[in-house]
């Protein structure tokens, strides 16, 4: 699944009419997760991933004020798609354990297709500065409360268990969610989409009254 063009909003967003320069950032970003990946988020200069991008530093700090915004953006790309999805899966009018169900493999599918990108943020989010670890928390967290809302929902409905804390359902199903990139590999038996429905499996299994 396509991420969008980080020109077009966030810390990236100072756009341009120019479609070749329009590229520009996606190109700081597909370097910066390469080499943050190969060698790691401290030991990778702003010199190597300009160089490796084909830009100038300056290119660089039109579109992103440090290096932190490289490894928060690489994260944050993902997370808005996620949430992008989980609101327009909230908002259908199909019932909702459903909607919970859909909610729960798409994060699936959409962590493995930006695995990579996870797993550089998580290994190196200790190394961003505070302000940019509370806005990842805050991203986070408005997902995180918008998926259990769907818990609740069905809950009050009575559909879902009840006997079961919603935030706690959230955290647990997550981590595992969080997980996959320590043994998910591309190419292995398991497809993305297998391994979303065998998760989902679960998570709904755990909530039947």
């Given at each position: 699944?396509?991420?969008?063009?980080?020109?077009?909003?966030?810390?990236?967003?100072?756009?341009?009419?120019?479609?070749?320069?329009?590229?520009?950032?996606?190109?700081?970003?597909?370097?910066?997760?390469?080499?943050?990946?190969?060698?790691?988020?401290?030991?990778?200069?702003?010199?190597?991933?300009?160089?490796?991008?084909?830009?100038?530093?300056?290119?660089?700090?039109?579109?992103?004020?440090?290096?932190?915004?490289?490894?928060?953006?690489?994260?944050?790309?993902?997370?808005?798609?996620?949430?992008?999805?989980?609101?327009?899966?909230?908002?259908?009018?199909?019932?909702?354990?459903?909607?919970?169900?859909?909610?729960?493999?798409?994060?699936?599918?959409?962590?493995?297709?930006?695995?990579?990108?996870?797993?550089?943020?998580?290994?190196?989010?200790?190394?961003?500065?505070?302000?940019?670890?509370?806005?990842?928390?805050?991203?986070?967290?408005?997902?995180?409360?918008?998926?259990?809302?769907?818990?609740?929902?069905?809950?009050?409905?009575?559909?879902?268990?009840?006997?079961?804390?919603?935030?706690?359902?959230?955290?647990?199903y997550f981590g595992s969610v969080h997980h996959l990139g320590t043994w998910y590999r591309e190419g292995g038996p398991l497809a993305a989409e297998t391994v979303a429905e065998y998760f989902a499996d679960l998570l709904?299994?755990?909530?039947?009254?």
């Amino acid at each position: 699944m396509a991420l969008e063009n980080p020109a077009d909003r966030g810390t990236a967003g100072r756009g341009t009419a120019d479609p070749e320069a329009a590229q520009v950032p996606r190109r700081l970003l597909e370097a910066a997760t390469r080499l943050f990946a190969q060698e790691g988020f401290d030991r990778t200069p702003v010199r190597r991933i300009v160089e490796e991008a084909g830009v100038t530093k300056g290119a660089l700090y039109h579109y992103f004020d440090s290096k932190d915004d490289l490894l928060h953006e690489i994260y944050a790309r993902v997370l808005r798609l996620q949430t992008e999805n989980l609101e327009r899966i909230a908002a259908t009018g199909a019932p909702v354990e459903q909607r919970l169900r859909a909610a729960a493999a798409d994060v699936v599918v959409t962590s493995i297709a930006n695995l990579d990108d996870s797993k550089i943020f998580f290994r190196s989010m200790h190394q961003l500065g505070e302000e940019k670890q509370k806005e990842v928390r805050a991203e986070r967290r408005r997902y995180h409360e918008r998926f259990r809302a769907l818990i609740e929902e069905g809950q009050r409905g009575g559909v879902l268990r009840d006997g079961v804390r919603a935030d706690l359902v959230v955290d647990f199903y997550f981590g595992s969610v969080h997980h996959l990139g320590t043994w998910y590999r591309e190419g292995g038996p398991l497809a993305a989409e297998t391994v979303a429905e065998y998760f989902a499996d679960l998570l709904m299994t755990s909530l039947r009254p």
